[in-house]
């Protein structure tokens, strides 16, 4: 298994997480108007694994054992990105737009999405806009 691998598995497995969480808080929001708490912290579970697994390659290569990894800036631009989501998330909630599910939902989709752009473009936090903008017109026209 070559150096890239991880750098390459770890996006189809964040979309694998995103599809299969999608599906099941979809269908528990549609049926029973609520996301649970218990989903979000099971998909949490796999989130934070796909991270670890990005800083476990990160310190191999900061330790020269690989070559090809991800630099600090990426993470860094993560949570650039984390802390624009779950900011305006957190205000739709306060103007009363969104419920706490909701909130809850959309930072860990924000989560879950920096695994699914490596090394990531994340255009200083205005991809959360552009997130929100996605969001907000099929739901308007729906």
């Not at 991880?6 to 029973?32: C, E, H, N, R």
């Not at 752009?117 to 099929?138: K, M, Q, T, W, Y």
């Amino acid at each position: 298994m070559n150096e890239l691998s991880l750098l390459k598995a770890v996006p189809v497995y964040a979309w694998g997480v995103f599809m299969f969480a999608w599906i099941q808080m979809g269908w528990a929001d549609w049926t029973q108007q609520k996301i649970r708490n218990r989903y979000l912290t099971l998909w949490l579970k796999f989130i934070a694994a796909g991270y670890l697994a990005l800083i476990g390659h990160t310190v191999f290569g900061e330790l020269g054992i690989v070559s090809t990894y991800l630099f600090k800036d990426y993470y860094l631009a993560v949570g650039g990105y984390l802390a624009v989501s779950a900011s305006a998330a957190y205000v739709l909630w306060v103007l009363r737009i969104w419920p706490a599910g909701d909130v809850k939902l959309f930072t860990l989709l924000a989560l879950c999405y920096g695994l699914m752009r490596l090394p990531g473009s994340f255009h200083s936090g205005l991809r959360a806009l552009e997130v929100l903008i996605n969001v907000f017109i099929p739901a308007a026209a729906f």
